[in-house]
């Protein structure tokens, strides 16, 4: 049916009009919802899949189920914190992807039922973009970055470098070309025998330990990529070789193994940003994802605005890991510029920047 296809509604935008945004989130194992009044977050709920925590890594289908089953309770504390009703809603953002297929599906048809229910605009939104655009939520405190800029994106699913020129373009400046960081530190951390995800254990207990204690090599990978899988194999090898020696050797020596993995994980990281910055001449840097709540990388970060003179931009601990409130402000941004979908978009589990 032809009428489907379009959006049902498109609002005159006043400047200056106060809109109210719904927006979902359900790439990965996190729902989430949150309202935000233009730019200004006024609630962000977000609730955590447990049940992965159990097979060590996230089951795609015990996701989706979850998601099917947090989604409404999460709306609804969402507005009730927001305090208000859904006819007041102006549009309302998704998540169309990268992320997971059956989680993805699972707030793309909740958000076109609700866009049709309430005759509201849709607003599509790519995850990635997202945890770059995190940075022009309106909080004190928290500058918003210049255009252009260069932002690292550190997640459990992406490694990216990217040039952002504006709120809507994006240029890929290097990626990795294997696992994502926060795999690195989740599988680092179920070598380790930590629960899942290894990636906020690893963090707490380096912050314990000795960083130089157990060198590990850092690879050998051209322009502005990544790898990190030579990584998790040495890692893995070297836990199987002292074991064999001594069999309490990772209860012993947790906090300096997890300090040495984390200060090799950030030089990874801290090198290719420094080559971005030299190349481009970007002296702005930004980080985004769920590896941007490591104490490690947000002292780096700090320590390079001292000693190169960059500006930095650190998202609030909130607004690092899966969010929807991330998804609301691109949403608030593709509103002022009518940038709405259709009813027949798909999610998209590859969806490039
Ligand atoms: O952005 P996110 O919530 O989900 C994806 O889009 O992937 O990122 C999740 C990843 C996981 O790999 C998790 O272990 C990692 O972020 N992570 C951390 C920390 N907090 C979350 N990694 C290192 N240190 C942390 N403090
Ligand atoms: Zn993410």
């Not at 102006?90 to 076109?112: D, H, Q, Y």
């Not at 179920?190 to 690879?219: N, T």
Request: aromatic share 10%; hydrophobic share 40%.
């Amino acid at each position: 049916m032809f009428y489907l296809c379009t959006p049902i509604f498109i609002p005159n935008l006043v400047e200056k009009e106060t809109i109210y945004i719904l927006a979902i989130e359900s790439s990965c194992d996190d729902t989430s919802a949150a309202v935000l009044c233009n730019d200004n977050v006024i609630s962000n709920v977000v609730a955590t899949q447990k049940i992965h925590e159990e097979y060590g890594g996230v089951v795609p289908e015990l996701a989706s189920r979850a998601h099917q089953q947090n989604i409404l309770p999460v709306v609804h504390q969402a507005l009730l914190k927001a305090n208000i009703d859904k006819k007041q809603l102006s549009t309302i953002a998704f998540t169309r992807g990268p992320g997971l297929m059956g989680s993805l599906l699972v707030g793309t048809s909740f958000a076109k039922s609700v866009a049709l229910g309430l005759e509201i605009p849709l607003i599509e939104v790519n995850h990635m973009q997202a945890h770059i655009l995190a940075h022009f939520i309106n909080e004190e405190n928290s500058p918003k970055p210049e255009f252009p800029f260069l932002a690292m994106t550190i997640s459990g699913g992406h490694t990216q470098i990217v040039r952002v020129n504006n709120h809507f373009n994006f240029e890929i400046l290097g990626e990795t070309l294997d696992d994502a960081v926060g795999e690195a530190f989740d599988k680092s951390g179920k070598i380790l025998g930590l629960p899942y995800p290894g990636g906020p254990m690893v963090d707490k207990y380096a912050q314990l330990g000795d960083p130089k204690k157990f060198p590990f090599p850092k690879p050998k990978v051209g322009n502005l990529n990544f790898s990190f899988s030579g990584l998790k194999t040495s890692i893995l090898y070297f836990i199987q070789r002292e074991t064999q020696k001594n069999p309490t050797f990772v209860a012993e020596n947790l906090n300096d193994i997890c300090a040495s993995i984390q200060y090799t994980i950030i030089n990874i990281l801290m090198d290719k940003l420094i080559a971005a910055v030299k190349q481009t001449g970007i002296k702005r840097v930004a980080i985004g994802g769920g590896v941007s709540a490591n104490s490690g990388i947000r002292a780096a970060l700090k320590n390079a605005e001292k000693n190169y003179g960059w500006s930095t931009y650190i998202p609030k601990f909130e607004y690092c890991t899966d969010n929807a409130a991330m998804i609301g402000i691109v949403g608030y941004y593709k509103y002022k510029s009518q940038r709405f979908a259709s009813h027949d978009v798909t999610a998209k589990a590859r969806y490039i920047i």
